[in-house]
């Protein structure tokens, strides 16, 4: 199964307690899956149509604990939409319907139509609520990438008022959530590693929100490594460099002038650099007799290159 499919696996098995929060929950669901249709007699009734079958049997779970609502599966038609199957429940009754639809705070007119979002509702005013709401928003249309590959949390809306809705609600937990129109659809998304845990976090997915830090710990190691060696890579060319340079000064001084003429300290470190040409200063300073500080030998070698570079001015004047 895909980290989304867990994901809303986890949420969907979630329930709160709270009839204020089951119905932001329900209010979220109902607008995202709901539309109204007439049955046989003209009357209305409410038909909730999702692709996952465990947010319809949600929607059940809620509809039977804040209105002991039964609704039933319309089972006897398939339908299918552009990613597979969907499953649809309808509910029983035009009173019930109008009942639910009142309760839950979203826009709706008779006789047939599409539900709605009301911006003006007040069903999302507590934070527990407006956590139940965005639980029920990315149930019903949201996805969240694999973190073994990369950050990103979406939820998608048909229409901008509804997007910036539910924006709103994310912004109000200092979360930073965006809106991209995408194909006439208005994507919600986040895209920051701990912004996303937080979310999951608020929505009450705690088993996804463990695995995701794992991983995000376990990255984080990883390039904190990659760091560390791209840095000695490069210090380890630093070095290399700086001895090319260093043999190429001490051969042009033994071919203009001879070793010999230097004096002894500069001497002993000529020969050993030529020698050991992949040996650290620490180590030249080691070798020589008496022993020399780092400092010491990096003393000399600059003062060699100085020599160097003064026989190089006298070339060119002449
Ligand atoms: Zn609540």
Do not use: W
């Amino acid at each position: 199964m895909s980290f989304s499919g867990m994901v809303k696996k986890e949420l969907s098995g979630y329930t709160e307690r709270a009839r204020h929060c089951c119905l932001a929950e329900l209010s979220a669901l109902i607008c995202a899956c709901g539309s109204l249709e007439q049955d046989q007699n003209g009357d209305s009734e409410l038909l909730i149509r999702t692709e996952n079958e465990a947010i319809l049997r949600k929607c059940f779970t809620l509809l039977k604990k804040t209105f002991n609502i039964k609704a039933v599966v319309l089972d006897e038609r398939d339908i299918y939409t552009r990613r597979g199957k969907a499953y649809t429940g309808r509910i029983p009754g035009p009173e019930e319907t109008i009942r639910v639809l009142e309760a839950v705070k979203v826009a709706y007119e008779l006789p047939a139509g599409p539900v709605g979002f009301d911006r003006s509702s007040l069903i999302t005013q507590r934070d527990c609520c407006r956590r139940a709401y965005i639980r029920g928003a990315f149930l019903a249309s949201g996805s969240i990438s694999d973190p073994e590959k990369g950050y990103h949390f979406e939820i998608v809306f048909p229409d901008e008022v509804r997007a910036q809705g539910v924006q709103a609600m994310i912004r109000s937990f200092g979360i930073d959530a965006r809106i991209v129109l995408r194909k006439k659809t208005f994507v919600l998304y986040v895209k920051e590693g701990s912004q996303i845990v937080d979310l999951l976090g608020l929505m009450g997915a705690d088993t996804a929100l463990f695995d995701l830090e794992n991983i995000r710990i376990l990255k984080e190691m990883r390039n904190s490594v990659n760091r560390k060696v791209n840095c000695e890579a490069a210090n380890i060319n630093k070095t290399v460099s700086a001895a090319v340079k260093q043999i190429d000064d001490i051969r042009l001084i033994e071919k203009l002038k001879g070793l010999d003429s230097l004096s002894e300290g500069l001497t002993q470190v000529a020969r050993l650099r030529l020698q050991y040409p992949d040996a650290t200063l620490k180590e030249l300073g080691c070798m020589l007799d008496p022993q020399v500080g780092k400092s010491g030998v990096n003393h000399r070698l600059r003062r060699l290159g100085e020599l160097a570079d003064e026989l190089r001015e006298k070339e060119e004047e002449q």
